[in-house]
C-alpha cells in the first residue's frame, strides 16, 4: 500500500478519557506529583529538626523535678526549710579566721556568715554552705567551716560558715545554705543575696582578723 494510504497514530501515551498525552505532559505531572511529595517529605524533615532542637533545649525532666526548692530570703530574716528556720544574722570578712582547735588564712578572702538556727528534727544541721554568682561559679565550704551541726530538735542553734573567696567582686552573689552537701534531690535550700562589691572585697582584704569561731551554742542567748 502507498503512503498516501498509511495511517499515522499521534504519537504520545493514552489516558483515561481516550485522550492522548504527549511526552513532555507526562513528565510534567509527573515532576508535579513527585515535586508535591518531596516538599511534603521537606516539611516533614524541618518539623523533625525543630522538634529535635526545641527537645535539645529543654531541661531534663528528671532534673527538673529533682532539683531543690529555693526558699528565698534576706539577712536578718527566717528562712523556713524543710529541717527548721534558717536566719543568717550577720556576714563579715577578713583574711584569716580562727577557732578553738584550729586557724586558717588565704590569699583571698574570708567569708563569715553568724546564723541562728531553730531546728525542727534532730538530722537538722547545715552541712552545706557556698556562694555562687550569676555565671555558674560556685564556692564551696572547702577549706571553709561550719558550726552549725549536731542540733536538737526545738532548742536554737547560734553557729556560724566560713567558706573561702577570690579577691576580687562577685556580681550577683547569692549565699547558699543546706542540710546535706551529699544528695540535693528533692530537698529544699535557703538563698539569700549578698554585696560583695570591690569596696566590700577591698575591706576584708585589708583586714587581717582573725575572724573569732567560737563552738555553736544551745538555747536562747
Known amino acids: ?25 507526562v513528565w510534567r505531572r509527573w515532576l508535579g506529583g513527585r515535586g508535591r511529595s518531596l516538599g511534603a517529605g521537606v516539611l516533614i524533615l524541618a518539623s523533625l529538626a525543630v522538634g529535635r532542637v526545641i527537645t535539645d533545649r529543654l531541661p531534663d525532666a528528671e532534673s527538673v523535678i529533682e532539683k531543690p526548692i529555693e526558699r528565698r530570703g534576706v539577712i536578718g530574716t527566717p528562712i523556713a526549710l524543710r529541717i527548721g528556720d534558717v536566719t543568717v544574722t550577720e556576714v563579715t570578712g577578713a583574711t584569716s579566721w580562727a577557732s578553738v582547735s584550729e586557724g586558717k588564712r588565704t590569699q583571698g578572702v574570708w567569708l563569715a556568715a553568724s546564723i541562728d538556727l531553730l531546728p525542727s528534727r534532730r538530722e537538722s544541721g547545715l552541712s552545706y554552705a557556698a556562694v555562687r554568682d ?11 567551716e ?31 545554705l543546706r542540710w ?16 560583695l562589691d570591690q569596696a566590700t572585697i577591698d575591706t576584708w582584704a585589708g583586714t587581717e582578723g582573725p575572724i573569732k569561731v567560737p563552738l555553736a551554742t544551745l538555747g536562747d542567748s
Open 1 to 25: 500500500m502507498g503512503q498516501a494510504g498509511r495511517h499515522t497514530e499521534p504519537r504520545g501515551i493514552p489516558h483515561a478519557g481516550g485522550d492522548v498525552m504527549s511526552a513532555a505532559d
Open 134 to 144: 550569676s555565671s555558674g561559679h560556685v564556692w564551696e565550704l572547702g577549706r571553709g
Open 146 to 176: 561550719s558550726t552549725c551541726k549536731a542540733p536538737i530538735a526545738g532548742v536554737p542553734m547560734h553557729c556560724q560558715v566560713l567558706i573561702e573567696l577570690p579577691r576580687r567582686p562577685i556580681s550577683n552573689a547569692e549565699l547558699v
Open 180 to 195: 546535706t552537701n551529699f544528695d540535693d534531690r528533692f530537698d529544699d535550700q535557703a538563698v539569700l543575696p549578698l554585696t
